[in-house]
């Protein structure tokens, strides 16, 4: 059976939430940001959006645009609180979310959606929840897919609420601009279009398949499946509330890939200790990147064990890293594990023929496994290796 998933996205969140607390501004352009000679904005309110003003637009070129702009500094502690009650309120209807950022998360829906006489009934009563108990608008997207649930939240904004089947995707998204594509980069975009991919359908077409790959790269493969409706329906979600999680604010912000790698592992080193002398394991791993205009965005992915190792924590963190970095400049890094559980109650149960096996043997014999051919060894096995060598020819 197909799962159906929702992606659920705030509507101008930050906006939104002054409107809230500030309701003389509400249907006038909004925008937070900051109003120094140097400042951009973060987010604006549908008005603005009216008149050109967008994210990411430098101050003074937005009032340009719209003379009669208002411009808030971010109360990120406030957006931080009413983000705590939007998830809270969710988690009244499942446990099964995964939060991707302060103002949007997907939610597993399969067994409880079947309770409701009309498969949108859920939708709406989920995003009228919202408005009326929070005061907040949403639109959800509803999909087999956690691709599919994000480009269809993204087709209704503000306050609708989309579907794409997996026969849809033909209608519904092959006609979007291939910018539309979650997953593909701004900078990508522009590469694609230069050799004539246009739309998502011209990316999908497989007489364009080879000028995908060459501008894709390593990243086609999943960007394909995703556009085919083949992609993932798994959510990564703890099944504990328990976490723990280290951060850092940096003073100046980190741009390139390599940079952000060094600073994770050094989150890693310091997050990895720490559990291990609290003596907990956990078995999800999640990263947060803040970027300069103070988006976050909440990447996770399950660990092939409970662990507190550094190094299966630090690959862990790599490949979220090389998966979803964008070089838009971050100037916060954070780190957590979820799942937790003390290392006593924890039970691997091995079988009468397991021998104990050390976390980088475990690693090595799973590797030797997978690549056809490969006699991985520790250093310290091939010298031993190499002794054993030495005294059968009686050197």
Not at 52 to 80: E, F, N, T, W
């Amino acid at each position: 059976m197909a799962k159906v998933l929702f992606h659920i996205d705030l509507n101008a969140f930050f906006a939104s939430a002054e409107e809230l607390r500030h309701p003389e501004l509400k249907n006038k352009p909004l925008a937070i940001g900051s109003n120094s000679a140097r400042g951009v904005l973060s987010t604006c309110n549908y008005a603005a959006r009216e008149y050109g003003v967008h994210s990411a637009m430098p101050s003074y070129q937005a009032k340009q645009l719209c003379p009669d702009l208002v411009i808030l500094d971010a109360d990120h502690k406030y957006y931080r609180s009413l983000s705590n009650q939007f998830f809270a309120y969710l988690k009244q209807y499942t446990g099964k979310i995964e939060v991707l950022s302060i103002d949007e998360c997907f939610m597993d829906v399969t067994m409880i959606i079947s309770k409701y006489p009309r498969p949108l009934d859920l939708a709406v009563q989920i995003q009228q929840g919202v408005l009326h108990k929070l005061g907040l608008k949403c639109s959800i997207g509803v999909a087999p897919t956690r691709f599919l649930a994000k480009m269809a939240s993204d087709l209704r904004k503000p306050m609708g609420i989309s579907v794409i089947r997996k026969r849809d995707i033909e209608s519904k998204l092959y006609p979007l601009d291939v910018g539309a594509c979650f997953g593909v980069g701004k900078k990508t975009v522009g590469k694609l279009k230069e050799v004539g991919i246009n739309t998502i359908g011209d990316l999908a077409n497989p007489e364009h398949e080879d000028l995908a790959q060459s501008v894709l790269k390593n990243a086609w493969p999943e960007i394909q499946e995703r556009i085919m409706g083949r992609s993932s329906d798994e959510l990564i979600y703890s099944s504990t509330r328990k976490s723990v999680s280290h951060s850092k604010t940096y003073s100046t912000d980190v741009y390139t890939i390599d940079e952000v790698i060094v600073r994770a592992s050094e989150l890693v080193k310091e997050l990895s200790a720490a559990m291990q002398k609290q003596q907990i394991k956990g078995s999800v791993f999640s990263m947060i990147f803040r970027d300069s205009q103070f988006n976050n965005q909440v990447r996770s992915t399950k660990l092939p064990c409970m662990t507190n190792d550094y190094y299966i924590l630090n690959e862990a963190a790599r490949s979220l890293i090389y998966r979803y970095f964008e070089p838009v400049g971050y100037r916060h890094l954070g780190i957590s594990v979820g799942s937790l559980a003390n290392e006593e109650k924890i039970v691997d149960q091995p079988t009468l023929f397991d021998d104990f096996k050390s976390t980088t043997k475990d690693v090595i014999a799973n590797l030797n496994t997978q690549i056809e051919g490969a006699k991985l060894m520790t250093l310290s096995q091939m010298l031993k290796e190499k002794e054993n060598q030495k005294n059968e020819k009686g050197e």
